[in-house]
């Protein structure tokens, strides 16, 4: 079978066979791709329901150690002196999978994994370690729960602008994306932060969040807001699009990419949830400098103090007409390249 093709389907499938088998044989599904001689690839279902993914462990693997995921749910192991049907006792890696609620995304997995060996001419030990690296972040958590409309159009703008930032060769800007850890600002760079804003508006038009906000660092420290204008559209691109899209940029840096994919788990991001997840036009984005001719409503800008039983103040801040410039301006280099 082309492994392309393996789906829930032909786990069930597989699933009735092995309980159909008086001798316990079990029931095995060649993973291959057309045209080619590939190594040996099966999947399989065990007595007690697990789903497992087998490959052939080969003599150049032996030096290439891989951890268990230690994650609920997978686990991988290597099975030594194994007999397999019309095979010669060989040693085998074995990606093990219980429970119903893990079926997709082990077998995307999967797919992941021969998509690396087959067209990509990756070592299976090294694809293994791509893909589990990639994954553990997610695994586990509840597959029902879909980002909501606003919280994907604020995710889609700090996306893109992560992603912009890595083009510009701040490969190493996942290490300052602190919106999924519920910092003050989305991005913070020692010498300056980013706050980035989306809007299905016409103009650069924002809720603030708060007087603290805006307000002008204490250490001299720069704040940039990066506003995107964006519309709803089926031609567009959802999150799935640029999370895919940095993973791919960080395709030499696995460190990086399982950096990334804890965030994004954090956020309740999920690679299966793709359909679900909208899509946008990105119609135009500007960066404005948050400087001292810049209108904001701070503490300290507000002639009497608030009461202490207003424990919040958001308003509006429409910015459209104000000196900005893009992220690929000179103007920005100025900031990055400090």
């Not at 799935?240 to 960080?250: A, L, N, S």
Request: charge should be negative; charged fraction near 25%.
């Amino acid at each position: 079978m082309y492994y392309t093709n393996l789906t829930s389907t032909v786990w069930e499938e597989l699933a009735q066979k092995s309980a159909a088998n008086p001798n316990m044989v079990v029931c095995m599904q060649m993973l291959s791709i057309t045209g080619e001689d590939t190594p040996f690839f099966c999947v399989f279902v065990s007595s007690d329901n697990s789903l497992h993914f087998l490959c052939e462990f080969n003599k150049e693997n032996n030096n290439f150690e891989i951890a268990n995921p230690n994650v609920a749910g997978l686990e991988l192991k290597v099975i030594k002196n194994h007999f397999i049907l019309d095979r010669e006792r060989q040693n085998y890696y074995d990606l093990r999978c219980t429970g119903d609620h893990h079926t997709e995304e082990f077998t995307n997995m999967i797919k992941e994994i021969c998509g690396l060996v087959f067209n990509e001419k990756y070592s299976i030990p090294k694809a293994i370690v791509t893909v589990i690296r990639r994954s553990t972040s997610f695994w586990g958590r509840p597959k029902n729960i879909i980002l909501n409309e606003e919280f994907q159009r604020g995710l889609f703008g700090e996306l893109y602008v992560l992603n912009e930032l890595i083009i510009l060769g701040m490969e190493e800007a996942v290490h300052y994306w602190t919106g999924p850890l519920q910092n003050k600002h989305d991005f913070q760079f020692r010498e300056f932060s980013l706050e980035v804003k989306t809007t299905l508006a016409s103009r650069h038009k924002h809720i603030i969040n708060g007087l603290e906000q805006l307000e002008q660092d204490e250490n001299g420290k720069d704040l940039l807001i990066v506003s995107l204008k964006i519309k709803n559209s089926e031609d567009g691109k959802s999150i799935f699009y640029f999370v895919h899209q940095i993973r791919q940029e960080m395709n030499q840096r696995p460190d990086l990419i399982e950096e990334f994919n804890t965030l994004l788990a954090s956020l309740g991001y999920n690679d299966n949830h793709e359909d679900y997840y909208s899509c946008y036009i990105l119609e135009e984005h500007a960066v404005f400098p948050v400087n001292e001719s810049f209108p904001t409503l701070t503490n300290k800008s507000l002639n009497e103090p608030v009461p202490t039983r207003i424990s919040k103040i958001n308003y509006i801040l429409d910015m459209e007409g104000l000196y900005s410039f893009k992220l690929k301006d000179k103007n920005f280099e100025e900031y990055y390249m400090r």
